[in-house]
Structures are given as C-alpha cells and as structure tokens.
C-alpha cells in the first residue's frame, strides 16, 4: 500500500472512530486516545491527520454534510414533484441515520450543547425542506389553505424528532415510522390532484444505492 | 427566615442554577463550581444539599417530571376527548419549554450522552401520549385507518422536534407552531364527527395557570 493511501485510510478510521466516541459520549467527554485506540492507530497518528478534538469533530460534520448534500441532490434529481423530494430524502436519511456512523456522530454533534452553535447539518437539512415547500407552494402543489412554512415547521419538527430519537431507539428510524408521518401528512399537504401521484413509502426501493 | 425555609430556597436555587447549566454546556462539562456561583451560594451549602453533581441531576429530571405529570394530568381532566388532552398538553409543555428552566433543563439532560439512558421525561412523555392515543382508539374516535400507533408514532416525533428545536431558538416553541402541527395532523387523526369539537390552538387561553 502507498503512502498516500495508507494516509488516507487512517483519516478516514480516524473520522468513523471520533464519531462513533463523540455519538456515545458526547464531544466534552470524548477523549483523543479512545479515539485513536477505538481507529487502531498511535495518538501520534491521530495529531499527525488532526490537530485538536475540534478539528475531529469538524471532519465528522463536513463529512456528514457532503453526505446529507448526497441525498438531496439525488431525492431532487430523481422526482420532479418537489413533496416527493422531501418524502424520498427523509426515507435516505433515516437510513442513514441507522446505518452511517459517520452520519449518526454528525447529527449527535449537532444536538451536542458544546457543538450546536457551530453544527452546519441542522440548518442544511432545515434550508433545504423550506426551499422544497417553498418551490412545492409556487407550483402550486400545495393544498388549498397550507402554506410552505406551515408544512415546512411540521416537516422539520417531526423529521428531528425521529432523528433524535433514534439516536436511543433505532427502531424510531424504521421506514415503517416514516411512512407512516407521511401517510397522516401528505393526504393534508399535497392537492387533490398531485396526492395520488405520491408515494408515503418513497419512490424508489429502500436498498437502492444513492 | 426560619432555617427550614432558608433551606428549601438553597436547594431550589441550586436545582434552577443546575437546570441552566446542564442546559448551556451538558452534564459532564457543567462544573459544581459553575453551579453553586449561579446559584449565590457556596461550595459548602451546595454540598449540604447534593453530594454529587448527579443528585443534582436527578433532582432536576425529577422536578422536569413532576412537572410534566402536572401538564398531564391537568389536561386529561379538563377534557373528555383524547386527542384534545394531547392537543393541550403539547402547547402547555412547550410553554413550559420556553419559560421554565427546570423543565428546559431536564429535557436537555435527557437528550445529553450521559444522561439520557437514566432520565425518565421522554418515557414519561411518550407513555402518555400512546395511553392517549389508545383511548382514542378505544373510544372509536381516531379516523378510519389511523391506528393509535400511527398517531403516537408521528405526534412523538414532531413534539420531540419541537422540544429539541426549542433548545436553540426558543422561536420553535411558539403557540402558532404547535397549532400548525395539529391543524396538520388533526383531520387525519380525528373522525369526521369528534374533528370539529377539536381545538388546534389548544382549549383555553395561553396565559391560564396549571
């Protein structure tokens, strides 16, 4: 193995390992040498790719952004009804949430009391339903008399609940509970016309790779 | 004073500077010393009153939960329709969020790595709106195809949003958010007949005491 990549494979370690540490303990109490011992590298190592903790948990919420970013770009790219959007990346980050511990340390460190301020990934995902309730309300999808900060608000709140929550309880990230959110919202969000034409479960099957 | 007296306001200073601490800067960083100064007292009465900073902890989960049983119970008593006690105690509790520290506080440590496997409020919470939920099943008041744990499933989620949301902008926990979210859900949740006796800004006025 070279150099460069041998480098680059203990970053990466290094990035999964704080974010697991820093999802179970929190940023305060995470230490740098359960860090590198959980990566399987030398605290020497771990100076070498990273200077402080706060850089560590920067590399852990850039990484968890470009990845929130991933997802969507493709639930935008794949749909043309800006709702499904919604429904289709809530579904993928979810699943995310479940699997990714690089997404799941992401999002800990954006509830964290000693990160919150700095975290980028709560307002991405925030600005990112408002702009697709906002593009929903301007086509016209929308039900009569919901504007695109009323679903926006309920969307947001509900969505960060179940990220939360299943930060304890996996079980709340199943697709099972994200459908049934968008089974009792979209009947209320969507026009008579458009409504038919969503799909509660997502528009894509759950295994597909992004 | 009475000495008695002088005693029990210590120590409800002391669990309102700690409930404002654990708040800001989460349970491990929150220092005794940090405490007992917001507090104005010494290091001396405060441990006369809390041996530990996790007895401090627990007193405010405890008061958090006393409290949220009082929010409960009130709204269950003033109402018979089920859905409308979780209506009420969903815009009491977010009240309660902005204005209470001790409420604030122990939902914060409940969401804190190191707390939140032993505070008792989001199992608190999330038991009463299921009992809610499965008496409205029960009672035949829930809408056609909308089981209680559909309803549970989704009204958990988004007040934990709102609850998690609210430590950061308080803007969150606004009466016309929680209103939005029930004019939302409530015409999915509610049989056509119960759905009009129901009121998403809550049955009484904001400003009424427990």
Redesign the interface.
Same mark, same amino acid.
């Given at each position: 193995m070279v150099k460069q990549e041998r480098a680059a494979r203990t970053r990466r370690a290094l990035i999964q390992a704080a974010a697991e540490v820093f999802?179970?303990?929190?940023?305060?109490?995470a230490s740098l040498s359960a860090i590198s011992e959980r990566a399987g590298v030398s605290n020497g190592a771990l100076h070498f790719h990273f200077a402080n903790k706060r850089m560590l948990a920067e590399a852990v919420e850039a990484e968890a952004a470009e990845t929130l970013r991933r997802i969507t770009e493709a639930a935008r790219a794949r749909q043309t009804n800006s709702l499904q959007w919604v429904v289709d990346a809530t579904h993928e980050l979810m699943d995310f949430l479940a699997r990714d511990v690089v997404v799941r340390g992401g999002f800990?460190l954006a509830?964290?009391?000693?990160r919150?301020?700095e975290s980028p990934l709560?307002g991405q995902w925030q600005g990112w339903v408002e702009d697709a309730l906002r593009t929903a309300e301007r086509r016209g999808t929308l039900a009569e008399g919901?504007s695109w @900060?009323? #679903?926006a608000? $309920?969307i947001?709140?509900? @969505?960060? #609940?179940?990220e $939360?929550?299943g930060?304890?309880d996996a079980a709340?990230l199943a697709r099972r509970?994200v459908t049934?959110?968008w089974?009792?919202?979209l009947?209320?969000?969507a026009d008579g016309q458009g409504l038919a034409a969503l799909a509660s479960a997502g528009s894509r099957p759950p295994t597909a790779a992004l």
């Open positions: 999802a179970q303990e929190g940023f305060v109490p800990e509830a964290d009391a000693a919150r301020a709560r919901v @900060t009323d #679903g608000c $309920v947001i709140a509900a @969505t960060t #609940g179940f $939360v929550l930060g304890t709340w509970n049934r959110l089974e009792l919202l009947p209320r969000l």
